[in-house]
């Protein structure tokens, strides 16, 4: 059955009027309520038969405008052809060998999955100083269940960013996981704080508190259509669905529509989620929910923190 939206554009389009191509652009424009730049799509009939060889239409347009996107170009190449290229300076982690990096995360990681005390993970992990007293609280008798190693980058590829790798691992219970390997002056080292979805509260804590300063937490961001109690107008907010890394935890996040926060948080329709550091509050006078936020400011659109 069609929605509310849809029935009422289809109320403002005349089926029986032939529009020229004009009038049909301003009428999409017209009728849309997408809060986003939305795609058209076109049927032309050609009276052909493509099952005759010659009769099969393929061709490319070239859109006058582009589509709107930065696209970035990778020039694989070596000596004056780089320097006519204008090649940026490759990280150091994407200037060696595949061999070789996984020559040296693979035992990285077995340590990383066996280490049993904090004493134990500090020497392996990025940033021990600004870590060791996270740990300390998320271990407060220095002790860790190991989750154990059982099969090293089972995607078989690995993924790059700017200083960092990674790889997908599953531990002994056959969990899927994935480590973050970060280029440090001290070699790769492993970020413990994505590995654990570290946050400054823990999610019990956040919802027993319900605290209405900006609280940094790392979240699973999924697109979701929300609109509730204080933010009941989608005109003024975007809603989303905030997950803890293992699923066992939910709130509802809202950006409002236009700030810095909701340009950062953009998500395409082919992403279904993506993992964010974000800065949220609950609202002074709390919904009848308790499960509500504001989304004051997007950290980072992965879980990597940057170095101060």
């Known amino acids: 059955m069609a929605g509310k939206k849809y029935k009422n554009a289809a109320l403002k389009v005349d089926r029986f009027h032939e529009y020229d ?25 050609l009276g ?24 970035s170009v990778l020039v694989v190449c070596q000596g004056a052809k780089a320097e006519e290229a204008g090649v940026a300076e490759l990280p150091p982690i994407m200037k060696r060998s595949v061999p070789s990096i996984l020559a040296e995360t693979e035992p990285l990681a077995r340590k990383f999955l066996e280490a049993k005390t904090v004493d134990q993970l500090l020497p392996l992990i990025r940033n021990p100083q600004r870590a060791k007293p996270r740990l300390q609280r998320q271990y407060p008798q220095g002790r ?46 492993i970020d413990w704080e994505s590995w654990v979805g570290w946050s400054e509260m823990s999610w019990p804590a956040l919802l027993a508190a319900l605290p209405t300063q900006a609280t940094v937490f790392r979240l699973i961001v999924k697109r979701v259509d929300y609109y509730n109690f204080g933010f009941s107008d989608d005109n003024q907010w975007q809603s989303y669905r905030l997950e803890s890394l293992d699923g066992e935890h939910m709130i509802f996040g809202y950006v409002q529509r ?15 989620f993506l993992p964010m550091i974000l800065k949220i509050r609950f609202p002074a006078k709390v919904a009848a929910s308790n499960n509500q936020v504001v989304i004051d400011e997007v950290v980072a659109t992965n879980w990597l923190e940057k170095d101060e």
């Open 21 to 45: 191509l004009v009038d049909a652009v301003e009428k999409v424009k017209e009728i849309t309520e997408a809060k986003f730049d939305a795609t058209v799509d076109i049927a032309v009939k």
């Open 48 to 71: 052909v038969d493509p099952r005759h060889a010659d009769q099969v239409v393929r061709g490319t347009v070239m859109l006058p405008h582009g589509t709107g996107k930065t696209v």
């Open 144 to 189: 860790i269940e190991p989750a154990g190693l059982a099969q090293f980058n089972t995607a078989g590829n690995l993924a790059f960013g700017d200083s960092s790798m990674v790889v997908d691992v599953r531990t002994r219970n056959f969990e899927k996981r994935q480590i973050t390997f970060v280029e440090t002056p001290e070699g790769l080292k």
């Open 258 to 272: 236009g700030s810095a926060a909701a340009a950062k948080i953009q998500m395409g329709s082919e992403v279904d």
